[in-house]
């Protein structure tokens, strides 16, 4: 894997143990109903159910904990308008420091609110991605605080794997585990721990056809911006970090593309047969599977929903 | 108690043995932010997880598993439009005997898909309840079928008992058991159970206020019908049921009503907090909950969830 230096099995554990009283060690449901539709069998493992509703918990927590002393007393800064926002937001809180939140001006009230809620302080900037990074780079140049990316930065990588390593705790005899993909935090950090653990295990991606960076990529073996994404998947709709890309081209068995309607479908199937609230991400890796069922067929399959966060007045059923 | 012979707590037991193997163990679930809404300690016991998303599969089961090998050989009827429906044709399907359900031609064609997923047979009537009940005497005279009832029937409370049996089980040292009622199967049970088991739980239920003929019966001390009912909690419309109302006036501490906007308001809480879906039904005991805080304030109470078949396309929100 070139020459960068990847958290060690060891490294992923210790994250582990460092934010467990701040998550939640999230439940891995099943319903045969869609093992019958499916014809394998799926594990789903609730992200959903995490602390702010999205396995970003995991890593916000893992990269503030991971501060130096005089580090967190600067407190931590982002950009976001999404849960890595509120994620980041809740890390600080929890740890007592500030965190400064640079949000576009057209942010949607209920993302704003979420932060807050938390007690992060949001910095409201044009909404484009210049402005975006210049206010971010002003804010900590006068704070002093440690930017934490969303995705493409080791601590978070090494905190997002900790959700695999629950999974192969509790379900060791997996033949694939497969995660959506957007910036690949949690694709990246889900693959460098099967290799770790269980390099026999597939892993296997999501990701909307309306935002197949992440696929152009792998094909291309370099990476290609995302430009111009449309799916309603709005977690996946960025481009790929650099480091998750390492980890995704050497680690991940093969990137699946799903489109809307195949997305939108395995949402509702979710809803209706497991009687839990999913964003439309965490739907993405199981409509790919539904679209490629052959590949599947009678296996043992862990899938990742990773997150719960949705707008119920604008459901797309 | 009259001299009506209740199921006493052995023959619950034995009724949780019985069904064990075709039903789920639900899970109980909480939520910190919720608790702090509402200044207590709550614990959602979720039969919108059960098999056929509800807690009617627990009774239905029971009910048809204590039939004797010549009444199976000869099955089931029931009239229906709801989940009592689903949960007979499905516990008839497990055991290899025939049910007969009697649903008016008006009824959703969700239900009827539900039913005939379970192999159930469907005969049509008239949309009213004496064409219901005059078409179910014909079907039981022709079939000889046994008739189960969906709540007035002493297996059914047995079995909707088993629910209680559980959540007192993993949680003993609660202050307080809420469930909703409408036709009081669940109440019954759940308060037969808790009588018999731990006497010094109080249970309390919740009713919408555009369906209170338990709480108008409750208060007048004798069965009141409901008439005209009108909620959008729609698995509580119906008439409480009479040996029902007999452990309900005897054992239940208190109903409380909830508003229309109440029971939303509690049911979007659960899905945007919980991350679960549930039926509007099943919202209605929180609701009551949090327009009575004082009564509930540092408590421990545990909240059956009912069930989780709700129209996503009808959401309230």
């Known amino acids: 894997m070139e020459s960068t230096q990847f958290p ?25 109903a869609i093992n019958e539709i499916a014809g394998c069998e799926i594990f789903f493992k609730c992200e959903n159910f995490q602390k702010v509703g999205a396995f970003k918990a995991r890593g916000a927590a893992n990269a503030v904990l991971k501060l130096s002393e005089e580090e967190r007393s600067l407190g931590v800064a982002t950009h976001s308008s999404g849960n890595h926002a509120a994620a980041l937001a809740r890390a600080a809180k929890v740890a007592g420091i500030p965190a400064y939140i640079v949000m576009p001006s057209n942010a949607p009230e209920i993302k704003k609110k979420a932060v807050k809620g938390y007690g992060g302080i949001i910095i409201e900037c044009e909404p ?18 440690t930017f934490i990316p969303p995705y493409d930065f080791m601590d978070v990588i090494e905190g997002q794997a900790t ?97 809307e309607s195949e997305i939108i479908e395995a949402m509702r199937l979710v809803y209706e047969r497991m009687k839990i609230v999913i964003e439309p991400s965490s739907a993405v890796p199981l409509a790919a599977l539904l679209a490629n069922k052959e590949k599947f067929a009678g296996k043992k399959v862990a899938i990742i929903l990773s997150g719960g966060n949705v707008d119920l007045g604008k459901l797309p059923f």
Not at 8 to 32: G, N, Q, W
Not at 246 to 255: F, K, Q, R, Y
Request: hydrophobic share 45%.
């Open 8 to 32: 060690s099995l060891e490294a992923i554990k210790s994250a582990a143990e460092r934010i467990k009283p701040f998550v939640h060690h999230t439940p891995i449901l099943s319903s045969s």
């Open 128 to 145: 484009n991605l210049q402005a975006r990074e210049t206010t971010l780079e002003k804010v900590v140049e006068e704070t002093g605080a």
């Open 163 to 259: 959700c695999a390593l629950e999974i192969l705790e509790e379900k060791p005899d997996l033949d694939i585990l497969m995660a959506p993909v957007g910036g690949g935090g949690l694709l990246g950090g889900t693959a460098l721990l099967v290799h770790l653990m269980k390099p026999e295990i597939k892993v296997i991606a999501g990701e909307p056809e309306g935002a197949d960076d992440a696929f152009q990529s792998f094909q291309a073996g370099k990476l290609i911006p995302q430009t111009g994404p449309k799916t309603i998947a709005d977690g996946l709709l960025t481009s790929l970090g650099k480091l998750n890309f390492e980890l995704i081209s050497d680690l991940v068995e093969e990137i699946l593309l799903a489109s």
